[in-house]
């Protein structure tokens, strides 16, 4: 066991793969693991880490609202109006966001009503105090009719709730950004154990809805985040970028965004220990989760459906394969787990073509992919794509209903796909199973207990099989690959 430099323990991929290698169809008898062991390639044998739920990791460390226990403030720009009364009380509270914001101390409540807040919200350390790791600071409004947040009719802002401070915990907020070219919350810096839960993000024309920006340790979770266009270009649901660290992007709903559901980039230095989980990410104008040059990186448990959207957003229609997934710019230690896809153009791809796009330690394990599109025609429509990379492992996924292969693994010659994995999978109801590259371009190729379904399906093994039944791939593939590999009509 080791830790990697986010803290959390690791365990051993080759205990990883072997225990899931026994669980499945055909597995080796418990006699015999040595000797699938000794298939792995070292890349394989490497470390992987697998933490536990980000929720989990993030709620052992950061306090709840239930920790605010200070006394509330209160804030009604309709009033009441009592002088007699303290200010910040419910019979004179505070007329403005800001204002409950500057008077918070640590364990207070800032309780917002319901009612339109044209003023933008910013807890930096010119406006606001800190909370702390026992007394949180919680800004929130009625869950039942939340506050709506809009922009001051006096001066656009680079985003509409501005979160530069640790400990801090917004609920039950709406952010309109009425078209306005500003972004709808951004994390920035200094922002451990800040929250931004149970609320709407909707309606700017920026880069994104929430942007993360060397922020750490910072919890997006249960809010829905849409209607975020730039024309001609990208805006993102949410941003993932520049040295960022331990974000935890859980159970929120982002869709209609005119570039990606969720993209980690790095914009400076590179994004770490990034948890997308148990979302919903859904008619983006590019891709659900857009990956590049982030490290360690786990997307677990989210449903990803329906791009591109260009009724929406027709000027995107050229500028991805529109993945429900996408994997490149050289991302390294990557866990695309337990998520379901369906349609897309391609569900997960893993690699590109140009010199940067050499991801490095991918893991895709439990994924079900269905009814994957060749979109515009443009030899898309795989399951599961790798391009190039180093140590990928494909395991125990369910592909169906593709338009091109279920699989298409380091068949972009001359690239490179160096230790992929491949166990262990089920592929049901498509034309081509696997389209599989030459030998010189797969060094290490572990492929073995696969199960193809389906009352029609061929295979492809570049300069030795051209569309092929199961019988004749296994023949070619003789001794070492797919021999224990099955095929039902």
């Known amino acids: 066991m080791i830790k990697h430099r986010s803290g ?41 880490d697998e933490p536990p739920d980000g929720r989990q990791v993030f ?34 509270p505070y007329a403005t966001i800001a204002a409950g914001v500057k008077a918070a101390r640590p364990g207070n409540i800032i309780q917002v009503s319901s009612g339109t807040y044209p003023e933008s919200v910013i807890i930096s350390p010119t406006t606001s105090q800190a909370g702390t790791a026992t007394a949180p600071i919680v800004l929130r409004g009625d869950p039942a009719a939340p506050p709506v947040i809009v922009p001051s009719p006096a001066r656009v802002v680079g985003s509409l709730v501005a979160l530069s401070q640790p400990y801090w915990i ?20 200094n922002t451990y154990c800040t929250q931004l839960r149970d609320s709407k993000l909707h309606g700017g024309t920026a880069g994104g809805g929430v942007v993360i920006n060397e922020a750490q340790n910072a919890l997006v979770d249960n809010n829905e985040i849409y209607d975020f266009s730039k024309s001609g270009t990208d805006s ?5 970028k520049n040295a960022a660290r331990e974000i935890f992007i859980e159970g929120n709903t982002i869709h209609d965004t005119s570039g990606d559901s969720v993209q980690c980039q790095t914009e400076g230095n590179r994004p770490t220990s990034m948890y997308i989980e148990h979302n919903e990410l859904h008619d983006a104008g590019e891709n659900g989760v857009d ?7 786990y997307v677990r448990g989210n449903t990803i459906s329906r791009f591109p959207n260009l009724a929406r957003y027709p000027w995107q229609a050229n500028s991805s394969a ?168």
Not at 291 to 297: A, F, H, L, N, P
Not at 341 to 351: N, T, W
Not at 392 to 401: D, G, H, K, M, Y
Request: charged residues 15%; hydrophobic residues 45%.
């Open 170 to 189: 917004l609920q039950s907020l709406e952010v309109n950004v009425n078209g306005q070219a500003s972004f709808g919350a951004q994390f920035d810096r």
């Open 291 to 297: 990956i590049k040059g982030c490290d360690y990186v």
């Open 236 to 240: 993102h649901g949410v941003v993932l």
């Open 59 to 92: 709620l052992s460390r950061c306090p709840t609202a239930d920790a605010a226990q200070a006394g509330t403030l209160y804030v009604a720009n309709s009033g009441p109006r009592n002088p007699s009364k303290p200010l910040g009380s419910i019979d004179n």
């Open 322 to 489: 529109a993945e429900a997934v996408v994997i490149h710019d050289g991302a390294t230690n990557v866990q695309i787990v337990g998520n379901t896809i369906s349609e897309a153009g391609r569900g997960i791809s893993v690699g590109g073509t140009s010199t940067v796009e050499h991801p490095i330690d991918i893991l895709l394990r439990g994924n079900t992919i269905t009814d994957i599109v060749n979109y515009a025609n443009r030899g898309n429509g795989q399951g599961i794509r790798v391009v190039q990379a180093n140590g990928v492992r494909v395991l125990s996924n369910t592909v169906a209903r593709t338009a091109d292969a279920g699989l298409r693994l380091a068949a972009d010659e001359p690239l490179v796909v160096t230790g992929l994995v491949v166990t262990d999978n089920i592929l049901r109801d498509m034309r081509l199973f696997v389209r599989l590259g030459r030998a010189q371009y797969r060094p290490s190729l572990v492929m073995d207990r696969n199960r193809y379904e389906g009352a029609s399906g061929v295979f492809t093994a570049t300069g030795l099989l051209t569309e092929g039944q199961f019988p004749a791939w296994r023949a070619v593939l003789a001794p070492s690959l797919e021999q224990n590999s099955v095929r039902v009509p």
């Open 8 to 48: 959390i323990t690791t365990v051993s991929a080759c205990a990883a793969l072997l225990s899931v290698l026994a669980l499945t169809q055909g597995a080796w008898a418990a006699e015999d693991a040595p000797k699938a062991e000794a298939l792995l390639p070292a890349s394989a044998r490497a470390e992987l």
